[in-house]
C-alpha cells in the first residue's frame, strides 16, 4: 500500500484532557476506512489532526509526501480547498445560499467563475439524485436531502480525500444507506480516498478497513 | 424457514410445475440454499396429502416435474393462518459472546479485545453482505439486510455489555 495520508505518533491535549495518546494511520488512494471506538476515544480528534485542522502537539501528518505542518497556514488552508473534502453530521451547509450555490461554493471560493461552478455543481448534484432541490435553500429539504447535497459539496472539487465524521448519523436507514453509497461509489470512480468517522456497525460495512480508536490510540491498524 | 409454506404462497399466484416452482422458489428466496429437486417434490406430495395443493393436470410422459399443481383454498387458508403467526424471536449469539466478555473479565483478561476480535469477524462478513446488497436486486438487499440488522444489534450488545461490565469491574476493583 502506497499511502496517501498517514500520520504517526500522534498527541493532542484539551487542557487536561489527553484526547490522542500516539495514534497512528495510514490510508491509500482509493480505499475507504472506517474509524470506529467508543464515545470521547478522539475519532474526531483524529480526523481533524489527519486533515490539518487541529495541530497535534506531537506528531506527525504527512500527505503526499509533505509535512503538514510544516506549512504555512495559508499553504495548509489553501490545500484543503483543492485536495481535501468534508462531510459532518449537520450544520454545514450555508443557510442564506441554495443548495447549488451551496454546492459550487468551494469551486466558487477557489476561484472559478459563477457559471462553470454551478453546472459543475449541477452535475454532481444529479449523480447524488438530489438535483430536483437545487434552488431551494438548506432550510427548506429533508435532512437525508440535505446531507446528499453535503456530499455533493464535499465531492464537487474531485478531492484527494474525504473527510467525513458521522455523516450518516442523523439520517434514518434508507436514506444513510444512500448516502453512503454514493460516497463509496464517487470515491472508488475518481480514486478518493474517504476517512469515515462512525459507530455504526451497518455504515462501517462500506469501508475496506476499519481502525479501532481507544483511549486516543489506534488499534487494528491493518494495513492493505 | 417452512419450505411448504413458502411454495404454497407461490403457488397462489397461479399453479405451477415443480420445476417451475423450485426455480420461482430459488430466484426469491434460494440466494443461500437452493431447493434440491427432491425436497420439492416431498413437500409437494405432503401437500398433496394434506389438501392442500391438488394436481391440475399431467403432461405426456412420466415423473413429477410433468405434473402441474395448484393451491386449495384449504391452502390458501393455512397461508394466512402462517403468515398470521409471528416466529419465535431468535437468540442468536448472545449466550456465546456473552460467556465469553464475562470469562475475559473475570480472569483479568480484556473484554475489550474480545470485542475488537469479534468486531473484526462480524464487520468483515458484513461488508461481504454489504457488497452482495450492492450487486444485486431488491431481494438481495432485503435479505442481506436483515442479516445485517442482526450482525449489527450482536456488536451493540456487546460494546454495551463490554462497556457496562468493564465499569463494574473497575468500581470492584476499587
Ligand atoms: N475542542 C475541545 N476542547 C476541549 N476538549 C475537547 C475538544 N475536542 C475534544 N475534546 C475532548 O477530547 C476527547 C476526545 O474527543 P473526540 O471529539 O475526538 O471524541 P470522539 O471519539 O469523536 O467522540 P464521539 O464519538 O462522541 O464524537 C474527549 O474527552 C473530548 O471531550
Ligand atoms: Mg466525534
Not at chain 1, 490539518?52 to 504555512?72: C, E, K, S
Not at chain 1, 485536495?83 to 447549488?100: K, Y
Not at chain 1, 474531485?158 to 465524521?165: E, G, N, S
Not at chain 2, 405451477?16 to 434460494?30: I, S, V
Request: with cysteine; hydrophobic share 40%.
Amino acid at each position: 500500500m502506497t499511502t496517501l495520508l498517514g500520520a504517526t505518533g500522534l498527541h493532542k491535549s484539551f487542557g487536561p484532557t489527553e484526547a490522542l495518546l500516539g495514534a497512528d494511520f495510514g490510508i491509500a488512494a482509493g480505499e475507504v476506512v472506517a474509524v470506529m471506538g467508543p464515545s470521547g476515544s478522539g475519532k474526531s480528534t483524529l480526523l481533524h489532526c489527519l486533515a490539518g485542522i487541529v495541530r497535534p502537539d506531537a506528531g506527525t501528518v504527512g500527505y503526499q509526501g509533505r509535512d503538514l505542518f510544516a506549512d504555512t497556514d495559508a499553504e495548509r488552508t489553501a490545500l484543503r480547498r483543492t485536495d481535501f473534502g468534508f462531510v459532518f453530521q449537520f450544520g454545514q451547509l450555508v443557510p442564506e445560499l441554495s443548495c447549488l450555490e451551496n454546492v459550487a461554493l468551494p469551486l466558487r471560493l477557489g476561484g472559478t467563475r459563477r457559471k462553470k461552478a454551478e453546472a459543475a455543481a449541477a452535475e454532481v448534484m444529479a449523480r447524488l439524485e438530489v438535483d430536483d432541490v437545487a434552488p431551494k435553500r438548506p432550510g427548506e429539504v429533508s435532512g437525508g436531502q440535505g446531507q446528499r447535497v453535503a456530499v455533493a459539496r464535499a465531492l464537487v472539487t474531485a478531492p484527494k480525500v474525504i473527510f467525513a465524521d458521522e455523516p450518516t448519523g442523523a439520517l434514518d436507514s434508507l436514506s444513510g444507506e444512500r448516502v453512503m453509497r454514493m460516497l463509496v461509489t464517487a470515491a472508488k470512480e475518481h480514486d478518493t480516498a474517504v476517512v469515515l468517522v462512525t459507530h455504526e456497525a451497518r455504515v462501517a460495512a462500506y469501508s475496506d478497513r476499519e481502525a479501532v480508536v481507544r483511549d486516543g490510540r489506534t488499534r487494528q491498524q491493518v494495513t492493505a | 424457514m417452512s419450505i411448504g409454506h413458502t411454495l404454497l404462497g407461490l403457488l397462489e399466484e397461479g399453479p405451477r410445475h415443480g420445476y417451475d416452482l423450485k426455480r420461482a422458489y430459488d430466484e426469491r428466496f434460494g440466494l443461500d440454499r437452493p431447493l434440491h429437486y427432491g425436497q420439492v417434490y416431498a413437500t409437494l406430495a405432503r401437500l398433496l396429502r394434506n389438501g392442500l395443493v391438488a394436481e391440475t393436470g399431467t403432461e405426456p410422459g412420466s415423473g413429477p416435474e410433468r405434473k402441474s399443481y395448484a393451491i386449495t383454498d384449504a391452502g390458501v387458508t393455512d397461508v394466512e393462518r402462517w403468515l398470521a403467526t409471528p416466529e419465535k424471536p431468535e437468540l442468536y449469539l448472545q449466550n456465546t459472546l456473552y460467556t465469553k466478555v464475562v470469562l475475559a473479565l473475570l480472569s483479568g483478561r480484556s473484554a475489550e479485545d474480545v470485542l475488537d476480535t469479534q468486531r473484526s469477524a462480524h464487520l468483515a462478513t458484513m461488508r461481504k453482505l454489504t457488497t452482495r446488497k450492492t450487486n444485486g436486486d431488491l431481494a438481495d438487499a432485503l435479505i442481506c439486510d436483515h442479516a445485517l440488522f442482526h450482525l449489527e444489534a450482536d456488536l451493540r450488545w456487546l460494546e454495551l455489555t463490554a462497556a457496562r461490565l468493564g465499569e463494574l469491574a473497575k468500581e470492584v476493583a476499587e
